[in-house]
């Protein structure tokens, strides 16, 4: 399986600011994913992020509140913008080395909005 | 579209008991379907995953799960349960299993009683 780091691993933001989590991968990956955890509930998908094309939105998450980078193979930013309390969540990345293995996660930024 | 329920949001055992998580899903095509388990202020770490052939599959720190298409169940379980195994636990469904989302269940929280 892969080595995934993530940074932050946690942060404390006003409201109305901008955070950008850096996800790095330690072998070079086809996909990264990007998933949200609110206070005490499952993990939601925010969006999938494919090497050299646009990431692919979920239902309810939109580019201008998350965009997302992803500028080569073993990398890619989620950026939370605007934030509000709202926002205060965990935020993980995974990926899967191939096609035909399971998907890996970071252990997640803990981001919390004042 | 694809969806996880898990039974029971809290489950609690005394140490030494069977530890039983339940897990039925939806899915319009055959199902990958995994266990993970986040223990505080950490990620997602893969127990054990269910793709093809072998409906009882095994996994790490002694925990198996059994695949039964008729009721569409994946339900964890170990033998005796560990103080250490005191966590939440996910059961997810992708309908492939590495470069496509997954979909997770509510989640389960473990309470193991000395």
């Known amino acids: 399986s892969a080595v995934i780091s993530q940074k932050p691993s946690r942060d404390i933001c006003q409201r109305g600011t901008s955070l950008t989590i850096q996800c790095q991968v330690d072998s070079q990956v086809t996909m990264m994913f990007w998933y949200r955890q609110q206070p005490g509930q499952s993990l939601t998908l925010i969006a999938t992020a494919n090497q050299g094309s646009e990431a692919t939105y979920e239902s309810g998450f939109v580019i201008d509140k998350f965009p997302i980078s992803r500028p080569n193979l073993t990398f890619s930013t989620l950026t939370v913008s605007n934030m509000s309390p709202e926002d205060s969540s965990i935020y993980l990345c995974?990926?899967?080395?191939?096609?035909?293995?399971?998907?890996?996660f970071g252990d997640g930024t803990r981001l919390s909005i004042l | 579209a694809q969806s996880v329920t898990q039974l029971g949001s809290h489950v609690s055992v005394s140490e030494g008991a069977l530890v039983l998580l339940r897990c039925n899903y939806s899915?319009?095509?055959?199902?990958?379907l995994f266990w993970y388990v986040q223990y505080p202020n950490q990620g997602l770490q893969l127990l054990l995953k269910y793709t093809t052939g072998a409906t009882l599959v095994k996994g790490i720190n002694g925990f198996e799960a059994e695949f039964k298409k008729s009721e569409t169940s994946f339900h964890l379980t170990k033998p005796s349960a560990h103080m250490s195994d005191a966590a939440e636990y996910f059961c997810a469904v992708s309908v492939y299993s590495g470069n496509t989302p997954l979909v997770f269940g509510k989640g389960t929280r473990l309470s193991v009683i000395a």
């Open positions: 899915s319009s095509v055959p199902p990958y």
């Open positions: 995974s990926v899967a080395v191939a096609d035909n293995q399971p998907q890996h």
